[in-house]
């Protein structure tokens, strides 16, 4: 069964404060890992999508990164609007975005 | 914006009444998906379609039926609402170019008591 663990849950930053958010994942072969913001009252917007170790993606003051074992968010530089839940997800070898499975998110905080 | 509409957007209802939820969509995606998002729990596959009469169940498919009858709605019901069925329930689909990212709805606040 594929597994995912975000950490932390929660996270409160300082603006321009830099830090990073973690997704954990356990699956039998990895054929993505989508990275997702969502905000309070929103669906999840996708951001990213990682498909092997090694890769990066950049978007604005976000990056993601991935290896084996987990992938990183990355935060430069935060601003208020960047507050959001972030969202990871593992697509393992059966199928489409059926296949999908979520972490419960990290909830992040920017305090200007 | 992948032109998805749910509704309602907030719904409160007693257990064991019956509840339909609607997606609309504008831009004859294939696949389309409902997610159910509760606090402590990660989103979660109910059913989905792959077409107009085609779906298949998700992980936590008990206590839901779907039916797609025309490319643009997709519906979800609940036959008979349980307490643990409040949740906040969104819609997805999925563009036939990049079939593994899903674009969502805003959701359906559902409240069962």
């Known amino acids: 069964e594929d597994q995912v663990t975000q950490s932390p849950e929660a996270l409160r930053l300082q603006e321009g404060e830099s830090s990073s958010l973690n997704c954990s994942y356990t699956?039998?072969?990895?054929?993505?890992l989508f990275w997702y913001r969502q905000d309070p009252g929103k669906g999840p917007e996708f951001l990213f999508t990682l498909y092997s170790a090694g890769e990066e993606k950049e978007k604005e003051r976000l990056k993601a990164t991935l290896t084996k074992k987990e992938s990183f968010l990355h935060i430069t530089a935060p601003k208020p609007e960047d507050s959001a839940t972030y969202l990871c997800a593992v697509q393992g070898p059966g199928g489409g975005a059926d296949g999908l499975t979520f972490g419960k998110g990290t909830h992040l905080i920017i305090q200007p | 914006d992948a032109g998805i509409t749910q509704s309602p957007r907030h719904k409160v209802t007693e257990t064991g009444t019956p509840v339909t939820l609607r997606c609309h969509q504008t831009?004859?995606?294939?696949?389309m998906y409902w997610y159910r998002q509760d606090p402590g729990h990660g989103l979660r596959l109910i059913h989905y379609?792959?077409?107009?009469?085609?779906?298949d169940k998700g992980e936590v498919s008990d206590g839901y039926s779907v039916s797609r009858s025309k490319t643009e709605d997709f519906l979800l019901t609940l036959e008979s609402a349980t307490s643990s069925q409040t949740s906040v329930y969104f819609c997805?689909?999925?563009?036939?170019?990049?079939?593994?990212?899903?674009?969502f709805g805003n959701g359906t606040r559902l409240t069962v008591t």
């Open positions: 699956v039998s072969g990895l054929r993505g």
């Open positions: 831009e004859n995606h294939r696949y």
């Open positions: 379609s792959y077409g107009v009469k085609d779906t």
């Open positions: 997805a689909i999925s563009v036939i170019y990049s079939p593994s990212i899903l674009h």
